[in-house]
């Protein structure tokens, strides 16, 4: 991916799930997610792991060198240390050409650090439908990750090794996030 540079939409995508976490009441902890396996706690702590496990792979560090999940007991200082330190290795351009190691195979950095831009919009998503703030979104997130989920995870091949369910259907008028999570496999229409 000569000359292309992930950054700007993954500080975009950053800055939003930092935005939700931070004013997400520690009151919410047990509230469902539309992501069957968290609730609302589980989910940050998740995403606690995900934002440290992006400086981690880009560094040139072994996927699971991170848990799936950092039990955090101060969520906006524990997401703050994590952007921190996940900051630094995207400052290095270094990152953009290093071949790193990701559980569906090698990619450059640039690569690997837009993969998880999709992950950490579908899991605003979760946040924001879970604790009643979609309108908190920014629909250009999604609409930038749609394309690139539906390539890395093609309709047809799910379960298994592949952790999403099967494509939700949408009308014709479906907005970008209901149509980023359908093809997740969550359902658009979830209530918490």
Same mark, same amino acid.
């Given at each position: 991916m000569t000359g292309f540079d992930p950054r700007p939409a993954l500080a975009k995508a950053f800055d939003q799930m930092g935005a939700l976490i931070t004013t997400t009441d520690p009151a919410d902890a047990d509230r469902p997610t539309p992501c069957d396996e968290y609730t609302v706690g589980q989910l940050i702590e998740h995403v606690q792991?995900?934002?440290r496990r992006i400086?981690?792979?880009?560094?040139g560090e072994p996927f699971w060198?991170?848990?799936?999940?950092?039990p955090s007991p101060d969520w906006a200082a524990d997401w703050a240390e994590g952007?921190?330190?996940t900051d630094a290795v995207l400052a290095d351009d270094a990152f953009l050409t290093r071949e790193v190691e990701l559980p569906w195979g090698r990619a450059d950095g640039a690569s690997a650090a837009a993969s998880y831009i999709g992950e950490l919009t579908v899991h605003a998503w979760d946040l924001a439908v879970a604790t009643g703030r979609e309108a908190d979104l920014d629909p250009a997130l999604a609409v930038g990750a749609l394309a690139p989920y539906q390539a890395?995870?093609?309709a047809e091949r799910r379960g298994g090794d592949i952790p999403f369910g099967p494509v939700v259907e949408v009308g014709a008028d479906a907005g970008p996030?209901? &149509?980023? @999570? =359908?093809w997740t496999g969550r359902?658009? &229409?979830? @209530? =918490?």
């Open positions: 792991a995900v934002v400086g981690a792979v880009l560094a060198s991170v848990p799936q999940s950092i952007r921190r330190v890395m995870v093609p996030y209901e &149509r980023l @999570v =359908a359902d658009p &229409r979830f @209530v =918490a």
